[in-house]
């Protein structure tokens, strides 16, 4: 049995005069999912959803919440909350009057709003602080708070618009999981807006990929990953190695592309695969590259390099390898085995992958 949509867009556009912001954006989220917008900044993300939020009117197109259009009800009026980069909590109240400010302005009874507030508090971890300061909470508290806010208005679509960007590197990524327990606690409809590809990859169910208005592509964090549908999406999502250059070959999907600094690599080509002659790019993972000490047999794309730098992050270790002939550089990801532990700027080694590890995109796509 199908969820049913708590979000549909249809065909949603946003003109400013003569620039375009969302162009034709269609899309469905499924009821009690995590959905995100990632895209650059600039790309639409954060007008589209102003728009679900009812602070701007699409110049076409229809925008529905539980099956009913939104098109001509305001933001007091739809079924949504929102939370903000900056989080907006007022520092003249107590985290009690600042979660209950929405019930209050509906007019709910007092002792309502109190049992309420205290029930949210407890649901998003944060018990008995209704009588503290918002100055006296931690930045991770506060993020909660701002949730409570809204979820206490018991909010169909809860809208979230970068809200981890004003958090530092730390709290950041213990926010990310955080989030994605609350979302499964109260079983809302989340959408969240990013330009952060980890924020995305590790909270979302569904994820669109925006750029220049359009939405590339929708899928999971894996089917972006590892099958990007054209070459904005294969290079903005995770990192990736980009070579340009012209095929000189093809088999089937496999292609064999001559980099503009002269090097052969061999890789799968995504959709049509690109004519002899043509002018294409491709992709490949760092960690889809394996390092060896001497030269593989029977590997297509191996070939001896220089180590240019060392980039230790423990587990996230990289190593930077340059074409002694070309000068191209290619991030690769350091084994954890302790094979490559005295790597050493200077030092020659192998690097090869599979061609079907590698995407290959036509430069018309890119």
Known sequence: MTTPADLVCKDLTKDFDKFRAVDRVSFEVPQGSFFSILGPSGC???????????FQFPTSGDLLIKGKSMIDVGPSKRPVSMVFQHLALFPMMNIGKNVGFGLRQRGVPAAEIKTRVGRVLERVGLPGIEDRQVDQLSGGQKQRVAIARC????????????????????????????????????????????????????MSDNIAVMNKGRFDQIGTAKELYYEPAN????????????????????DGQTVSLVTDGGVTLHAQAVQAVPEIGARAQIFVRPEAIALSKTAPANSPNASARVVDSVLFNGANSMVLLRDPQSGELLQVTLPQTGAFLGLAKGDTVYASWEPAQARCFAAEAA
Not at 44 to 54: F, P, Q, S
Not at 232 to 239: L, R, S, T
């Open 231 to 250: 070459a904005f999406v294969a290079g903005f999502v995770g990192d990736a190695n980009k070579f340009s250059g012209k095929i000189t070959a093809r």
């Open 151 to 202: 979820m206490v208005l018991e909010p169909d679509v809860l809208l979230l618009d970068e809200p981890l960007g004003a958090l530092d590197l730390k709290l950041r990524e213990h926010m990310k999981i955080e989030l994605k327990s609350l979302q499964a606690e109260f079983n809302t409809t989340f959408v969240y807006i990013t330009h952060d590809q980890s924020e995305a990859l590790v």
């Open 44 to 54: 639409g993300k954060t007008t589209l959803l102003r728009m679900i939020a009812g």
